[in-house]
């Protein structure tokens, strides 16, 4: 499943630079597939469906820090445990109850994200 991050969130900045799948944004930024990824152009999602990675699409928060679930793999196939969990000093990177995944799909999205 995807990490989430709850509005107990600082803003203090320690999960950003760990996400290996440059997942997670600051509050009210856009994101895009492409923002440190493989992905470019018109792609098609691991949903099936068809989109261009290099549009941005909207902030998912304006508040606090957040976590765009596409993007998110768990560090599977990098590290042992989500890293952005593992810096973070108020303990709000959860697992996501609303992106349930297994083990194999976030190594199958850490391949599509990175070309592998």
């Not at 445990?81 to 109850?97: K, L, W």
Request: hydrophobic residues 30%; aromatic residues 6%; proline residues 6%.
């Amino acid at each position: 499943m995807a990490i989430i991050i709850t509005d107990e969130c600082i803003n203090c900045d320690a999960c950003i630079v760990e996400c290996p799948n440059n997942a997670i944004y600051e509050p009210d930024q856009e994101w895009a597939y492409s923002d440190e990824t493989a992905l470019s152009g018109n792609v098609t999602l691991l949903n099936g469906e068809d989109a261009d990675a290099d549009e941005m699409n909207d902030p998912i928060s304006d508040e606090f820090y957040y976590i765009v679930p596409e993007k998110c793999t768990e560090c599977k196939g990098f590290h042992e445990e989500p890293q952005c969990a593992s810096v973070c000093p108020v303990d709000c990177c959860v697992p996501d109850e609303d992106h349930v995944e297994s083990e194999e799909t976030l190594l199958e999205k850490k391949a599509w994200l990175h070309a592998e």
